[in-house]
């Protein structure tokens, strides 16, 4: 008997964004089914992740590449309904998250076969859908860029985020020792119960003073920042001899005063990449790396991503306001199917 996920409809409900703006310039819209090329299969989306870059997005502040769908969504869970090659280890059938170039708010969605995982043994599908956008950031910047170790110090700036508490928890697994920021003292609460050794409230405390009380002026071996603007002075107060700065997202400006002979003495290292723009072949290297190296922490459920709220496709607009308010700790999902094998 046929399964009813293989009756490929030959359109599909998506969410679009109408013009450039607030969040309820996000509207549903009927779409074809995406085409696939070789290299690529076609997901049945169930969930799909919100993002900050989806935001950025919708305001016209993050251009899309040239190549990818120019609607939202970069992380889907689903099932595999279509590929064109044998060569493809996936088969029709599999359940898989992705990391999507564009095109997640959507029924269905096309995605390099690079750019999928398995769904971890203890996932549901509404976890899956937090991994790979938000995994493989972390990933890719934390580990891979910024080369955390195990016994490292390390400071994880909004770590109520999706970001951040998907960092806490990688970081721990590995041995780090972690610190953390957060924008109320419910939220570092929240941030310290799930492995922060402290959490600092940024309103109300000066991290880079905290750290440097806590490790007697030696500071943290690793910064994960999002916020960039003048966190990036603060930052390098805090930062370790032959410590590394990664900055993933500016949302507090960007541009900064620093002092580069302090970085010199102190053999510093600022780096920082966004995800979205970067080569096919080089974001299937996160993907490989993060199941290679994490994934059995994942498999064992020993992290598992922490969700604020789901929200269906069709209240797009309203997940955007939710995530914009920033009252939440962990991810913002939106439930794309209603149903699933």
């Known amino acids: 008997m046929k399964k009813d996920f293989l ?16 969040a309820d310039n ?88 690079g750019h999928c995982m398995p769904l971890p043994k203890s996932y549901s599908m509404a976890e899956a859908a937090c991994i790979p956008e938000t995994f493989i950031t972390v990933w890719s910047n934390l580990f891979m860029r910024g080369k955390l170790q195990k016994n490292d110090k390390v400071l994880i700036h909004g770590g109520a985020s999706g970001i951040g508490t998907t960092a806490i928890q990688l970081a721990n697994h590995f041995g780090a020792k972690v610190y953390a920021t957060a924008g109320s003292d419910k ?5 310290e119960k799930i492995g922060a050794l402290k959490c600092f409230n940024y309103k109300t405390k000066e991290f880079e003073n905290e750290i440097n009380l806590l490790t007697n002026k030696r500071g943290v071996d690793v910064i994960l920042d999002m916020v960039a603007g003048p966190y990036i002075s603060r930052n390098l107060k805090c930062l ?8 993933i997202a500016v949302q507090g400006g960007i541009k900064d005063e620093v002092n580069f002979a302090n970085i010199m003495i102190n053999r510093q290292t600022i780096t920082g990449s966004t995800l979205r723009p970067q080569p ?35 209240d797009a607009s309203e997940a955007h306001k939710a995530l914009e308010k920033g009252d939440h700790v962990g991810k913002f999902i939106m439930k794309v199917s209603q149903n699933y094998n």
């Not at 009756?7 to 607030?22: D, R, T, Y």
């Not at 939220?187 to 941030?191: E, I, L, M, P, R």
């Not at 001899?241 to 990664?246: Q, T």
């Not at 096919?280 to 922490?306: F, R, T």
Request: positive net charge.
């Open 26 to 113: 996000l509207k549903l819209c009927v779409r074809p089914i995406p085409q696939i090329a070789n290299n690529q299969i076609l997901i049945k989306v169930y969930y799909a992740g919100v993002n900050r870059p989806d935001i950025l997005q919708r305001k016209g502040n993050y251009k899309v590449p040239k190549d990818a769908s120019d609607l939202p969504g970069l992380e889907v869970s689903g099932i595999v309904v279509e590929k064109k090659s044998s060569n493809i280890k996936f088969n029709v059938g599999d359940k898989v998250c992705a990391l999507c170039h564009g095109g997640g708010y959507a029924e269905y969605v096309a995605v390099d076969e």
């Open 240 to 247: 370790s001899i032959n410590g590394r700065l990664v900055i």
């Open 187 to 191: 939220k570092c609460k929240a941030v």
């Open 280 to 314: 096919s072949q080089k974001k299937a290297e996160y993907v490989n790396s993060l199941v290679k190296n994490a994934w059995e922490y994942l498999d064992q459920g020993k992290i598992k991503p922490i969700i604020q709220k789901e929200f269906l496709l069709s």
């Open 7 to 22: 009756n490929i409809p030959s359109e599909m409900n998506a969410i679009e964004i109408k013009e450039f703006g607030n």
